[in-house]
């Protein structure tokens, strides 16, 4: 066991990247420096779920210097909603500024189909808990009025343009998972404003606040939400469709990062 900073051995990136479901093709873009499991660095959980290997890689993307995350640990998989609080953590003691969260979600909204990405400009939580809970500072009441941040949307919005990627903007609304949602509660979702519905990010965005990091944080929509088509859902189909909408957005994540923000 090490520390994320002893591990990196002066290393200082100021760009964090996590890599949700099926979308680790951006690793192959890394001009790799290290790698390291997540169960041999302090503070870290270990994840258990398909599709993601919990691992942190540092390196550079297109000249960028950056630490990536492939893979996380879910709220679902022990019911804490504070599991990535440690390597968030640890991020900050390393000197990281900026953190860009990318997802899988189902997609609320008829006009954005599999395979669309959709930049995150606000969330709904009303999953009942949050990352803060326990906190006893007076910190944990973090404003989340600007939680992802104007500026990063802006040059990542600029580069989509250029690129000719079409980049939906929309509302992401958490559930606690592992199931996924029915029928009803998507159509609740919807009627509050959601456009995509997930299982992740949403604590990640509390906690990097709370650590004063900026916030970038992107879905990649493999599936209609349930009820909106006749079929059922699956984390099979989450893994297959990923890889779609996940190379627009490697595209798109490491052409910003090279013109910078
Ligand atoms: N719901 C929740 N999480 C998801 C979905 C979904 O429809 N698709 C991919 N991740």
Known sequence: MTSLIDAL???????????GSGLGGVVDSIDVKSRHSFADLEGFPTSSVSGHSAEVITGALNGHKVIVFS????????????????????????????????????STNPDMGPGSIMQIK??????????????????????????????????????????GIKLHRGVYMWFSGPSFETPAEIKIARNMGA????????????????????VAAFSVVTNYAAGMTGGELSHTETKEMAPQGGEKLSRLISTTLKEGF
Request: aromatic residues 8%; charged residues 20%.
């Open 71 to 106: 893979g996380r640990v879910h709220y679902y998989e022990q019911g804490d909603a504070a599991a990535m609080r440690g390597p968030l953590e640890a991020l900050k003691s390393v000197g990281v500024i900026r953190l860009i969260l990318t997802n899988s979600a189902g």
């Open 195 to 214: 456009d995509a519905v997930g299982m992740s990010t949403v604590p990640e965005v509390i906690l990097a606040r709370f650590l004063d990091m900026d």
């Open 9 to 19: 051995n002066g290393f200082q990136p100021e760009t964090a990247l996590v890599l």
């Open 122 to 163: 606000d969330h709904i939580n009303f999953s009942g808990t949050n990352p803060l809970f326990g906190e006893p500072t007076d910190k944990r009441f973090v404003g989340l009025t600007t939680a992802y941040s104007k500026p990063l949307r802006k040059a990542f919005r600029k580069q989509a343009k250029q690129l």
